[in-house]
């Protein structure tokens, strides 16, 4: 726990510390607030550097917290200090020097941190405690350094302070160009008054170049040259080499030179070029780097491949993503919204760097998983040990007293060591000076994977009888084979989902929307067949061939339905309609609940039964699809067949006059002639769709990672821990409410409103994953929290079937005309399919992290989505499809609360030598 805590406080510090990045540099100005929080770099650097004086774990992790929130100040004011005094031709080259003084202080951190330096047992407090001393420095250059002259003009008024400043920046000259400028952007910045983060994210006017700033800063983070900055000692070892810590430390030196040389290039080859050039490089490097660790095993001279990998990849980060991040944002935008975006640009900067310092040894894991000996008798996984190593190093020296259970779990460590198979439990405790008490403690983790992919390897017939004793102990090796068979079944459904997805309106168009469901309805029947004739040929690859078939069948389907429902649905009931098709999802898992039951279908004999009727379903749908009549808005708009739309609409709604309906399908057809056929690029790029686009997605994304999945994939298990003693007729619960309260959806859905069902849904589900949250985290004390953790488990299912759940599949189709709509919905679905691989994927090693308290990682971004339902989300019930579109244009056009920076935005594309 202590070793977790003092890694990811620092990140925690500076995410929080970038909200108050705006506020201390218009307080206190740019150099008196870099000078007041250089205060926090001396009393974090003091509490590490004097912790052997106190309960060392303690000081140290209160250290780095007080150094992160400092880390998370400056890298907002050094920025915009720089971006305001620096003359437009030397921009680039002035910005990138912080990136420069990063990576020294990196460098400098890793040599003077070697074994025979600082980095031993003895003189470690001096090594942590010397991380204050550059911001003694520059406190003492602060002294010499002046005011912005922007800030001076523009924030306070004081001309004549300013003109002194710019003197002493440029020598003696004319300043009345400079000040004309600062006058234009001051009487710009009185228009909008101070921007507030919240008024920055709402206002259309900001929305592109604040687009642009986050995703630069969260391609510099997710690129994963974070990966290698904190595990390249360990890759290096992988990789082969004797003295990976040398290594190491060369990569900090190409760092280094290469930042340095950004410096020189950048204000020459442009900002967007060098950006391009390092992000492509780096996408090659990394494939080269696998291809080198992949076949490391089989050609030695790999490691060199790796290796070279390695260095180039930190080569091109310098080059453009390292350092352009950091100062393009106060380039995007002009004095007034400056500090809440260098805010928010380093809030997402600092939480993507803690995402990856914490998630990146569990998905390593994932992806580079070797056998693990598993003690059947009750013994954890060996493989482990070295994580519970590193930790209790980490204890030893700060002098804590650290039990398995702070350690084993931590998975926190840059060491990657293989344990050889066939050591004893007992031999391994006595070598890492593990109790075997404590490794028996957490036996029933292990042995739930153990038991959930043995099952699955022995009815495949892929698991080989390999089997040891240890000790008296019944031991087990979980070939490779079963577990790589087993993720990629469970993960090639969601795969073919993402894929497909992307040709819904390709088939929608091409086929119509009925010819289309047909036609995708015999990969439904191929994908069940595949599985349920498993037992006749190589069961695991006809297993996996079947979900892969039938996962791309359900992106198709998920698509057509929803496009289909949407078009033939009155206005009055399009709700009810849509959220249909949720409804025939809940009832298919709660049926395949009730007949997966061990003494029905869910045993080693009929489970292929009940893999194959899996297609059951789309048979039933493509009899029904006989009697059902095409899209009318299909058949006028896409076919121009008007007399066959007339005897469709005709068809849904008895004998009526038409006019009215043709009359509004003309209306949309004159407006999609005028745009042409909407594509997934020109949905992307086009500004008239940017915004309902942006809204459906997050609509998606909400549904995804509200946490649902995570109960769905893993019900039974969370019923265990909440120490029910049936879970498996708990989960069927589950189905049950599911089932009921989307049909109470379909009932209320067009009374009271989407915008409000899905806000009440969001709500509920966030105050349910707290509920859950206490439940869980108080079981081991009251015994009586199990029923908490229950209740919270089936309200949450309750309110995510009230709007979540349903609302997001049909309300893209009611965004979106007859033109864009395929695109749209194409690309909804493989975000929404994407979202559920990830959560699918990802949960179990974050539970793992997280423990008892990983729902309120799901509370959180609850909450968030909430926010953004209630201040971005419009209400669709009751509204044709124009008018939706004309609320969407009503808001894009709406006088903005602030100036045009997007044509600032638009003049640094176009200028070559700023």
């Known amino acids: 726990m202590y070793w977790s805590l003092s890694v990811s406080i620092f990140s925690i510090g500076g995410m929080v510390s970038s909200f108050l990045v705006g506020w201390v540099g218009d307080s206190l100005g740019r150099i008196k607030g870099m000078f007041t929080v250089n205060i926090l770099a001396v009393v974090g650097g003091l509490l590490m550097g004097l912790a052997k004086m106190g309960p060392a774990h303690i000081l140290v992790i209160a250290g780095r917290a007080v150094m992160g929130f400092y880390c998370g100040l400056s890298s907002g004011l050094v920025p915009m200090y720089i971006g305001e005094i620096a003359p437009t031709a030397y921009r680039g080259a002035l910005g990138t020097l912080h990136q420069l003084a990063i990576v020294t202080g990196i460098l400098i951190s890793q040599v003077i941190g070697l074994d025979f330096l600082l980095g031993n047992d003895i003189m470690w407090p001096v090594l942590l405690g010397l991380s204050g001393a550059p911001s003694i420095l520059q406190s003492v250059l602060l002294l010499i350094c002046p005011e912005s002259p922007r800030y001076l003009y523009i924030k306070l008024g004081k001309e004549e302070e300013a003109k002194k400043t710019l003197k002493r920046f440029k020598g003696e000259y004319d300043t009345t160009k400079d000040i004309a400028e600062m006058q234009k952007e001051k009487e710009e910045a009185m228009k909008e008054s101070k921007v507030s983060l919240l008024q920055l994210i709402r206002s259309p006017s900001y929305r592109q170049p604040l687009f642009v700033a986050l995703m630069l800063h969260l391609s510099q983070q997710f690129s994963g040259v974070n990966a290698i900055f904190y595990y390249s000692t360990a890759i290096f070892t992988t990789a082969g080499v004797g003295q990976p810590v040398y290594a190491t430390i060369g990569v900090g030196v190409i760092n280094t030179i290469l930042t340095m040389v950004s410096v020189l290039i950048v204000d020459k080859a442009g900002r967007r070029n060098l950006f391009l050039i390092g992000l492509a490089g780096m996408c090659l490097c990394a494939i080269m780097m696998t291809v080198g660790l992949v076949l490391l095993s089989t050609y030695s001279w790999m490691s060199y491949i790796s290796m070279t990998a390695i260095f180039l990849f930190v080569s091109f980060f310098e080059i453009g993503p390292g350092p352009i991040p950091w100062f393009i944002v106060a380039e995007l935008f002009s004095q007034g919204p400056r500090p809440a975006a260098l805010a928010l640009a380093g809030c997402c900067n600092w939480t993507s760097n803690f995402i990856i310092g914490m998630c990146f040894p569990y998905i390593e894991e994932i992806c580079l998983k070797e056998s693990e000996v598993v003690l059947c008798g009750g013994s954890e996984s060996m493989s482990q040990a070295p994580y519970a190593v590193r930790n209790i190093r980490f204890g030893t020296k700060f002098g804590v007293d650290l039990k398995m259970e ?375 004390t ?133």
């Open 782 to 914: 009251y015994s009586w929290m199990s029923y908490i953790s229950m209740t919270a488990i089936f309200l949450f299912v309750s309110f995510f079937e009230i709007g979540p759940g349903p609302i997001p599949w049909f309300i893209v189709a009611e965004f979106f005309s007859q033109g864009p709509r395929p695109a749209a919905l194409a690309l909804a679905g493989c975000c929404n399919w994407t979202s559920n691989f990830i959560i699918g994927m990802c949960f179990p090693y974050i539970e793992a992290l997280c423990g008892s308290y990983v729902f309120i990682i799901f509370a959180v971004m609850l909450f968030g989505f909430t926010l953004f339902t209630y201040f971005r989300v419009p209400e669709t019930k009751g509204k044709t499809f124009e008018e939706i579109s004309s609320e969407f244009r009503r808001r894009r056009h709406a006088p903005p609360s602030g100036p045009k920076t997007a044509t600032e935005l638009e003049l640094l594309e176009r200028s070559t030598d700023a």
């Open 406 to 780: 702070d350690t084993l779990w931590a998975g926190l460590t840059d060491l990657h060591v293989k344990i050889p198979m066939g050591i004893t439990a007992e031999n391994l405790a006595v070598q890492y000076e593990i109790s075997r008490e404590d490794c028996d403690k957490y036996a029933h983790k292990t042995q739930q994977r153990w038991k959930a992919e043995t099952h699955y390897g022995r009815v495949l017939n892929v698991l080989p009888n390999e089997s040891l004793l240890l000790n008296g102990t019944e031991a087990r090796v979980l070939h490779p084979s079963v577990t790589m068979y087993w993720s990629l079944s469970v993960s090639i459904f969601s795969i073919g989902g993402m894929v497909s997805s992307f040709l819904v309106g390709w088939v929608g168009d091409s086929l119509g929307r009925i010819k289309g469901m047909f036609t995708v309805n015999i990969l439904a029947v191929v994908g069940g067949l595949l599985m349920g004739l498993a037992k006749m040929g190589p069961a695991h690859i006809l297993v996996i061939a079947g979900r892969a078939v039938m996962g791309f069948y359900c992106g198709l389907s998920s698509g057509l339905v929803p496009m289909y429902i949407g078009e033939i649905a009155p206005t009055a009931y399009r709700g009810a309609l849509g959220t249909l098709h949720q409804l025939a999802i809940v009832t298919g898992i709660l049926i395949s609940q009730v007949i997966g039951l061990d003494f029905l279908l869910g045993n080693d004999i009929m489970w292929p039964v009940l893999l194959g009727l899996s297609g059951a379903p789309s048979i039933l749908q493509s009899v029904l699809l006989l009697i059902c009549p095409e899209s009318p808005r299909y058949l006028y708009i896409k076919l121009g067949k008007e007399e066959e739309a007339k005897k469709t609409l005709k068809r849904f709604k008895g004998e009526y006059d038409t006019t009215k309906d043709i009359a509004e399908m003309q209306k949309e057809k004159e407006e999609a002639m005028k745009e042409s056929k909407v594509s997934l690029l020109q949905l992307i790029r086009s500004p008239s769709y940017r915004q309902p686009l942006f809204v459906a997605l997050m609509l998606h994304l909400s549904q995804q990672f509200s946490g649902v999945n995570a109960i769905f994939y893993y019900s039974t298990a969370i019923f265990t821990t909440a120490g029910v003693g049936q879970p498996v007729y708990a989960t069927i619960g589950v189905g049950v409410i599911n089932t009921i309260l989307t049909m109470v959806s379909v009932l209320i859905v067009d009374k009271a409103g989407r915008r409000n069902l899905f806000l009440i849904g969001l709500a509920g589900m966030c105050l349910c994953a707290i509920m859950m949250t206490v439940g869980l985290v108080l079981l081991s």
